[in-house]
């Protein structure tokens, strides 16, 4: 299989490349960011063969020559924007998610792909309180942010080329993700808490919560396990899938485990009078997704081993952690 990520030098996109190289598979990641170096090295001893088309994703040349040959498209192009660059800069988020999407696609079904995977996000069921949950691909959604929305809408853009063109299409919303890969940069302006802290623990300072954070935070090599799992699939009876884990987790629990690990670090609530140095994202905890359709049709179905995610974790930023805050 050969299998082409755009936006795949992103975080969640480097992780779907580490696992598709790992299988086996070859990867092209088409992306305007170049791939860090750090991961080049660690690929570069993986079974599958990769190749990084450093362009514009509206590069119409671009995007036909890394189609050429594809078997599966990932669209992960994305700005993870905050409240300040909704306000600031909703035009060009409203381009880069959505509007640079269909002719990707028309450029996709041009080339004979024979699947297409939109990575959608949690965000489209806004802040469902967490005892509404575990929410099902068939819950009410409610989008708030500019990504939440785009996200939405590339969805139901997807579904509906999907019927048009009777293409293999399907949309996966991923939960909060957490793990290797991860950096800030130009289009990703808030890391996950648990980068937040990696951070605040490699700089030895102390990490500051204003509440514990409590999500399905899915660890992303287990997203990336998903997406394969899909990518691969003989058939898709569903075409939205939530990709999450069944264990629910907090930021501060994650805190606290890597403060057992490191004499000295801080990982605590704020307390009176204190301003939190590590942000979550929302104003409060929303619902975790169900993780059962995708479990039910495909047989996958996310580990949920919180500790082993958080000693892999550990062990990446040992080996990867320090060069990676330099591409921030």
């Excluded at 170096?37 to 063969?49: H, I, M, N």
């Excluded at 088309?53 to 040349?61: L, S």
């Amino acid at each position: 299989m050969r299998a082409v990520i755009v936006g795949g030098a992103g975080f969640v996109g480097l992780n779907i490349a580490e696992a598709m190289l790992a299988a086996g598979h070859d990867v092209t990641v088409l992306d305007r960011a170049a791939v860090p170096a750090t991961a080049t090295a660690a690929f570069a001893g993986l079974p599958g063969d990769l190749s990084v088309v450093q362009a514009d994703v509206d590069d119409a040349t671009a995007v036909a020559a890394a189609l050429a040959g594809a078997n599966v498209l990932i669209w992960g192009a994305a700005i993870t924007a905050d409240a300040a660059r909704d306000a600031a800069e909703p035009g060009r988020i409203l381009a880069v998610n959505l509007a640079a999407l269909v002719p990707v696609l028309e450029a996709a079904r041009a080339a004979g792909v024979a699947r297409i995977i939109n990575l959608s996000s949690a965000a489209a069921y806004g802040f469902a309180p967490p005892d509404a949950g575990p929410l099902t691909e068939e819950a009410p959604v409610d989008p708030v942010s500019l990504y939440a929305v785009t996200k939405y809408a590339s969805e139901r853009v997807v579904a509906r080329l999907a019927d048009l063109w009777a293409m293999d299409l399907v949309n996966l919303r991923l939960s909060a993700a957490w793990g290797p890969w991860e950096r800030a940069g130009g289009v990703r302006d808030t890391p996950s808490p648990q980068a937040q802290i990696m951070r605040a623990k490699s700089a030895g300072l102390p990490a500051l919560l204003a509440r514990p954070g409590a999500r399905d935070w899915v660890y992303a090599p287990d997203v990336a396990a998903a997406v394969l799992a899909v990518a691969t699939a003989a058939s898709l009876p569903h075409r939205l899938y939530n990709v999450t884990t069944p264990r629910v987790s907090t930021a501060l629990e994650f805190g606290e485990r890597m403060a057992e690990r490191r004499p000295g670090f801080v990982c605590r609530l704020v307390h009176a009078g204190e301003m939190p140095t590590i942000d979550l994202h929302a104003p409060r905890d929303r619902a975790p997704l169900a993780p059962d359709r995708l479990a039910t049709d495909l047989g996958w179905r996310s580990p949920g081993d919180f500790d082993a995610a958080v000693a892999a974790y550990a062990a990446w930023w040992e080996r990867h952690g320090g060069a990676m805050m330099e591409h921030a």
